[in-house]
């Protein structure tokens, strides 16, 4: 026995050596012999599979089309003498995968970019010159450079360019070259529209700002509207104009203008709206015109309680009226009425159509509102103002966005209250 010392860091001598023993020892059962057999046969398996193949040459080629990254890879163990191995295998399955959360700043920044606009009501400003020409009798617009425009792709940048009108003309309009990836363009292009010196009172200049798209609809950044081209000088040498740009989501289309006086007699009672004129409509008709009449209704909590029109003004974009609306309201339901004006085209066959609406009253908005308390302060004097028509649609949302607060001021007065002669 002294001569068949076992050599158990070899477990294949072991495992002969167990062999020879049980060869020479009946008392050993057959049954531990073969359990035995077994347990060394598996402890060999596991020693081999904790060694690394030798790579064939089939492999060798394989590699060699393998990224550089990849050629350190070594096949892994996952047994307990590498408690790291799981969390290699999850990295290395994670490898050529797409993270979203990598492209989320981008994404965030842009739509960040595009609220701080609608919260600010100004997008940028850009920077324009106005020069008229007296021999060519044309208006020079010298587009020149804007700057702070938001970012509307998500790259964190913008593909600025600019549309330029000169209403109520639409149909005629420029646009500048597009300057990609920038919020802060150059510009420098000029651009020259024919109209009679004359004429320019009743002109207004629309800048509209863009971001290109190749595959999408371009996004509006804003827009610029100069209601007085003689705002900075008289147009007779250059000047330089530097404008905020007003945010927008969609073009203003250019509906027209119309001119009312309000006067209010408190003794009496009595309200007096005299429609005078309108100008610059937008034609409704085939023909290039429209039919146009003004239809005023005396309103109070989204509730109408009189209306009356005036007369029909045929084939005309530009009509005079110089006609009275009275309404007879007493002084303590002032601050509970408005009155809504529409002016509408006329149609022999089929409906009438709306061109343009607006409001006024305690509870409207901008000029609508300032006109009305103008009437009030100073009581039996007419107060004349050109008001710019809206869509009337847009006009009713604000309208019911600002009369929610209204609802629990009071009831709306009697129309019995409100009879006019």
Same mark, same amino acid.
């Given at each position: ?168 003309? !639409?149909?005629? /309009?420029?646009? %500048?070259?597009?300057? +990609?990836? =920038? *919020? $802060? @363009?150059?510009?420098? #292009?000029?651009?020259? &529209? ?109 509730? !109408?309680?009189? /209306?009356?029109? %005036?007369?029909?003004? +045929?084939? =005309? *974009? $530009? @009509?005079?009226?110089? #006609?009275?609306?009275? &309404? ?94």
């Amino acid at each position: 026995m002294a001569s068949d010392k076992l050599n158990l860091s070899d477990p294949a001598s072991f495992l002969e050596a167990a062999v020879k023993i049980s060869h020479t020892s009946p008392d050993i059962p057959a049954e531990v012999q073969l359990s035995m057999k077994d347990h060394f046969l598996r402890r060999t398996r596991m020693s081999r599979q904790t060694t690394e193949p030798t790579s064939s040459t089939r492999h060798s080629s394989f590699k060699k089309h393998l990224p550089r990254q990849m050629h350190h890879v070594t096949s892994l163990d996952r047994g307990s003498d590498f408690p790291y191995a799981e969390d290699q295998s999850t990295s290395l399955a994670s490898l050529g995968r797409i993270q979203p959360e990598l492209y989320k700043q981008s994404s965030l920044d842009a739509d960040e970019s595009s609220k701080n606009c609608a919260a600010a009501k100004t997008c940028g400003k850009i920077n324009f010159s106005l020069k008229y020409d007296y021999e060519s009798e044309a208006l020079l617009v010298n587009i020149l450079k804007a700057f702070d425009l938001p970012a509307k792709d998500l790259c964190g940048s913008s593909d600025p360019y600019v549309k330029i009108y000169l209403l109520p003309d !639409r149909k005629r /309009k420029f646009q %500048t070259r597009v300057h +990609r990836k =920038t *919020l $802060n @363009p150059m510009f420098d #292009e000029s651009f020259q &529209f024919a109209v009679p010196y004359e004429e320019l009172g009743s002109r207004k200049l629309h800048l509209s700002v863009f971001d290109f798209d190749r595959f999408s609809r371009h996004d509006m950044i804003g827009e610029v509207i100069l209601e007085n081209l003689f705002e900075v000088s008289d147009l007779s040498r250059e000047m330089a104009i530097w404008k905020d740009i007003q945010y927008a989501t969609s073009e203003t289309v250019d509906l027209g203008e119309i001119m009312f006086s309000l006067c209010y007699l408190p003794t009496a009672g009595r309200l007096t709206l005299t429609v005078i004129k309108c100008r610059n409509l937008k034609a409704m008709d085939i023909t290039g015109y429209s039919d146009p009449y003004v239809k005023v209704s005396l309103d109070c909590d989204g509730r !109408r309680l009189k /209306k009356k029109k %005036t007369t029909i003004k +045929r084939n =005309t *974009l $530009n @009509p005079t009226y110089n #006609e009275a609306i009275i &309404f007879d309201i007493p002084p303590e339901n002032m601050d509970q009425v408005s009155l809504h004006i529409s002016v509408m085209d006329y149609d022999l066959v089929g409906h009438n159509e709306i061109i343009g609406v607006n409001r006024v009253g305690s509870h409207a908005e901008g000029l609508g509102r300032d006109h009305w308390n103008e009437m009030l302060a100073y009581p039996r004097k007419p107060i004349a103002h050109w008001h710019s028509l809206l869509e009337a649609s847009k006009s009713q949302k604000e309208w019911k966005t600002r009369t929610a607060s209204f609802d629990s001021q009071g009831s709306c007065p009697s129309p019995r209250l409100l009879s006019s002669p």
